[in-house]
């Protein structure tokens, strides 16, 4: 069922399916190292479906539920400019290309993984795999804890300890900091 | 652990989405436990590989559980631990996306998104501890996380690059 309401960039017609899909399988495969960058390049500086705001706040929507950010937001966004049409077929042009692809380089991988330099080749790679991770935490958690100091960055210090250090499984953790922390942001208001 | 791999890929990856605020990333830790310390599907350094095939695929980072699915059971295995992992999430999004918009300015909700972010950021800050812990054998492989990290800090490089030189460096040898 279309929901209208749901669509603020009113001026701008409303994408077909099939572009919706294209658009998605446009960002999943040029999304090397993680697809958000990509996304937020083709609806809001390509096509211009959303402004920034729109964007920042479906994401942030996104972001919000559990699971994968970006299957969240293909199906938020997918919704919001297709109904559950839209929705289905934002979601399949963003997960169809990579299973095929990371299948067929799973199936090397088992077949050749034992090779010597095909090891020592991802073993450059995992490590700075690794890196480009701690930088993105890094980028994420600069305005938090440059900020004036408060409960946010003592409930993510903990979160990572639980999981990194004391190595308690992660729904624990969640389960024990989440309403904390929510709480903590319910009194702040 | 008696069931078959098919049912325990399915449960644990659509009990682990539902738990994974923060994205998969937040979810590699325990991914990691799972598969390398519960079950036994895979040893330490297959689980980094399986990460860094992953980021070289193109697409969202998730498309790791469809290898580690691969690996325990085949194309099936692949197929059926991919829509554990987004199927159940995808009906929670389907849903909460119709009601969202219509709290926008409620106390509840801002404080949900306000408390939800530092726990967020502390689970991704532990995806990359365990990667580095695990990728890192020696002082090379740390240097190589270590640039890395500065570098994608610091600049607007394309991370493929930063790949393909660390690739090149492994290469090489070093590590």
């Known amino acids: ?189 | 652990m008696n069931e078959s791999p098919l049912t325990a890929l399915f449960g644990y990856f659509a009990m682990l989405s539902l738990f994974a605020v923060g994205g998969a990333n937040a979810a590699i830790p325990e991914m990691h436990r799972i598969a390398v310390e519960v079950m036994g599907w895979m040893t330490n350094r297959q689980f980094a590989d399986m990460f860094a095939i992953a980021q070289l695929s193109p697409g969202p980072n998730v498309i790791i559980v469809t290898l580690i699915g691969y690996h325990v059971a085949g194309i099936t295995g692949a197929l059926v631990a991919t829509v554990g992992m987004c199927g159940p999430t995808c009906l929670v999004a389907f849903g909460v996306a119709h009601v969202w918009d219509r709290f926008k300015d409620a106390p509840w909700r801002i404080a949900i998104q306000a408390g939800l972010v530092p726990v967020s950021l502390g689970l991704i800050g532990a995806s990359a501890f365990v990667l580095a812990h695990a990728a890192d054998n020696n002082v090379y492989a740390g240097a190589i996380t270590a640039v890395t990290a500065v570098v994608a800090f610091a600049t607007r490089i394309n991370p493929l690059w930063i790949f393909a030189v660390g690739g090149l460096l492994g290469l090489s040898g070093w590590l």
């Not at chain 1, 096509?47 to 996104?62: G, H, K, Y």
Request: no cysteine; proline share 8%.
């Open chain 1, 1 to 189: 069922m279309p929901n209208p309401e749901a669509a603020p960039g009113a001026t701008i017609e409303r994408p077909s399916l099939y572009e919706l899909f294209k658009a998605f399988t446009i960002v999943s495969v040029s999304g090397f190292g993680g697809a958000l960058p990509w996304a937020r390049r083709m609806i809001v500086e390509q096509r211009r479906w959303m402004t920034t705001e729109e964007f920042n706040e479906a994401f942030a929507l996104s972001q919000f539920l559990p699971g994968p950010n970006l299957v969240n937001f293909s199906v938020v966004f997918g919704l919001r400019f297709g109904g559950p049409f839209g929705a289905v077929v934002t979601l399949a042009g963003l997960m169809v290309p990579p299973l095929v692809i990371v299948i067929i380089l799973g199936v090397l991988y088992e077949r050749f993984g034992d090779l010597e330099v095909l090891s020592r080749m991802l073993s450059g790679i995992t490590a700075a795999a690794a890196g480009l991770l701690i930088a993105v935490v890094a980028k994420m958690a600069a305005p938090m804890f440059l900020k004036q100091w408060n409960s946010a960055p003592v409930i993510a210090i903990l979160a990572f300890a639980g999981v990194a250090i004391m190595h308690w499984p992660l729904p624990l953790v969640f389960a024990v900091l989440a309403p904390v922390s929510i709480g903590l942001a319910w009194f702040k208001r």
